[in-house]
């Protein structure tokens, strides 16, 4: 089944205690990113990559990394969270970024205390 | 640059009725436009997707319209049911291979 996955699903952490939402497509999706979705904010992107090793800075890269070392995974990096990173993620894959359709995956939700 | 916006924020309807959801975009050099649906506490499920040189498409049910001049496109939801309670939400795809969203439709289709 094509699909992209998330874990975990539900995360509640610390301020500053480093953690990684693992992203992975089995639809050799050359395009990934990540959104996160707030209350009134909308889908707001952080990071996406368009290939392998190429990454580039969304709408609020602020605090989070990204990796791209193989086309299936795409982890999001908080170093050191905050509680303003308390918010819903969601990983998306497309064959042509926004030019083809977005498949999503089942969303984090993640709780920074 | 580009914003979109989706009026009204909410909505609610009797079962049975066709209804119209709204996307307006001030830029109408875009790529595509696409639909999402998303329920609650799940992922976003893509619903339709209309080129830029195109003026709609239909899945079943949806119909998808797109006016670039105008700065719009509206989904069209036919005979609605419950099952259709969910939130929609319209995005823009830019030459940048960019999405940039609306902030979403809450429907809801009372039985």
């Known amino acids: 089944e094509a699909q992209v996955t998330q874990n975990p699903r539900y995360l509640i952490t610390v301020t500053g205690k480093k953690l990684t939402v693992t992203c992975s497509q089995n639809?050799?999706?050359?395009?990934m990113s990540w959104y996160r979705q707030d209350p009134g904010l909308g889908l707001r992107q952080i990071y996406y990559?368009?290939?392998?090793?190429?990454?580039d800075k969304g709408d609020v890269p602020e605090g989070y990394k990204v990796s791209r070392k193989e086309k299936r995974n795409f982890p999001l990096i908080l170093e050191s969270p905050s509680p303003n990173q308390t918010s819903l993620y969601f990983c998306a894959s497309s064959p042509a970024g926004g030019r083809g359709t977005q498949y999503f995956g089942p969303g984090t939700r993640l709780t920074v205390l | 640059k580009q914003e979109v916006t989706q009026i009204p924020a909410a909505l609610s309807v009797p079962e049975g009725e066709n209804l119209v959801l709204n996307c307006s975009f001030t830029?109408?050099?875009?790529?595509?436009l696409q639909w999402f649906r998303q329920d609650p506490g799940k992922g976003l499920t893509s619903l339709l997707l209309i080129q830029s040189s195109q003026r709609e498409q239909t899945s079943g049910r949806l119909n998808a319209s797109l006016d670039k001049s105008s700065g719009r496109s509206t989904l069209y939801i036919a005979a609605s049911q419950p099952g259709d309670s969910a939130t929609y939400l319209c995005a823009v795809g830019d030459s940048n291979y960019q999405l940039i969203w609306g902030a979403g439709t809450k429907l809801i289709i009372k039985p």
């Open positions: 639809m050799n999706h050359e395009y």
């Open positions: 990559s368009m290939n392998v090793e190429v990454t």
């Open positions: 830029d109408s050099a875009i790529y595509n």
